[in-house]
């Protein structure tokens, strides 16, 4: 079986020795170059090909974002962000870099780790990462894509006749992002429908999530307080705090601790049976890019009990895996390109129902 070939991109020598040595000791793994900026990245991407890439963002020359974004778009290659930032602006390059396709963020070891913890994590990830299809530089193919669905591209769909909605749930995980940017973009300042929204994103990357969604998007994002009515969400997005499931009940958002689903709290199934559970016919869900099953079974029961659902497709998809699962059961009515989504929830809005306070 052809070994694992890892490009490391990190300025601190300190930490760059430390993560060639824990590579270098798996049998599985080839380290094929260690780059100190940017610029030093791309050029030995471009001339070694890895498989994947291990990159820190605060680089000096080139930054880790601007190196990410041109490998995207000229060299599509798995990303791995490995970073101990933890300051709101360098959390935002961390977004940026998501957005803009790299598949996931590591923090570096901090040092108190339990013995072999952090390396034993580390080297799954690396090898799941380097698995992964990446599609090129999102934000280039996303314009091309909408301008296929102007023209009509192939979809999957079934038209929707929903007089409107008086909730949509949103979920997402690997490549999340970028994805829902792209659906709330798309969504007018008319549109007053509170959107749940729950992404896969551990602390302390998660912390700025919200402050930078909402510079993105020009709408209000919120993290909720346990026990506020869903209808003093009308117009926002409501996001899932790290570490609690986000539910629907009596018409009030509420914060649990419930067990994990799929080792995932916050968990989009439980936020979307919920949503079944208390709207029926007049909720909306889409189930988005992301590595898994979460989502699948919930955005079947909103889907029975009448509710608009829609999955993202395979082409657009950094990861078809949740979306996929999805589409396997039956539960998504429509399965559409990412350009087409935010459209459909957009026309939801014309007949919007009274949110239950």
């Known amino acids: 079986m052809p070994k694992t070939r890892v490009l490391v991109v990190e300025d601190s020598l300190t930490v760059r020795r430390r993560l060639v040595e824990i590579l270098a000791g798996d049998p599985d793994i080839e380290l094929v170059g260690e780059a100190e900026d940017g610029k030093q990245a791309i050029e030995l991407c471009l001339k070694h090909r890895p ?33 101990a930032s933890i300051n709101r602006g360098e959390l935002f390059k961390i977004y940026d870099a998501l957005a803009a396709g790299a598949v996931d963020v590591l ?15 580390f080297l799954a990830t690396v090898k799941l990462v380097a698995r992964i299809r990446v599609i090129t530089h999102p934000r280039a193919r996303l314009a091309a894509l909408r301008g296929r669905a102007m023209q009509g591209g192939p979809s999957t769909a079934e038209p929707s006749s929903k007089p409107g909605c008086a909730v949509v749930a949103i979920g997402a995980s690997t490549g999340g992002p970028g994805a829902i940017v792209e659906v709330l973009r798309a969504l007018p300042a008319s549109f007053q429908t509170p959107v749940l929204f729950v992404l896969h994103l551990n602390e302390p990357f998660g912390r700025a999530f919200a402050e930078w969604l ?22 926002c997005v409501v996001l899932a705090p790290a570490g609690r499931h986000l539910v629907v009940r009596g018409g009030r958002l509420r914060l649990t601790l419930d067990p994990e689903r799929y080792s995932c709290r916050p968990s989009v199934d439980v936020l ?86």
């Open 107 to 121: 923090e570096k070891p901090l040092g108190n780790e339990v013995d072999g913890d952090w390396e034993r994590h």
């Open 51 to 83: 498989d994947m890439i291990t990159m820190d963002i605060m680089l000096p020359v080139m930054s880790g974002l601007a190196a990410t974004e041109y490998i995207m778009a000229h060299r599509p290659t798995p990303i791995l962000v490995v970073s």
């Open 214 to 235: 909402e510079t993105q998007i020009g709408r209000r994002v919120i993290y909720p307080e346990d026990g506020a009515p869903l209808a003093s969400a009308r117009g």
């Open 272 to 357: 979307f049976e919920s949503v079944a559970a208390e709207f029926g016919a007049t909720a909306a869900a889409c189930l988005l890019t992301g590595m898994g099953k979460d989502g699948a079974l919930g955005l079947l029961k909103i889907r029975q009990a009448g509710g608009l659902t829609i999955a993202q497709d395979e082409a657009t998809s950094v990861i078809y895996g949740m979306p996929r699962e999805a589409a396997l059961l039956g539960a998504a009515a429509q399965i559409l390109p990412l350009a087409r989504i935010g459209p459909e929830l957009a026309a939801l809005h014309e007949d919007e129902p009274e949110t239950r306070s």
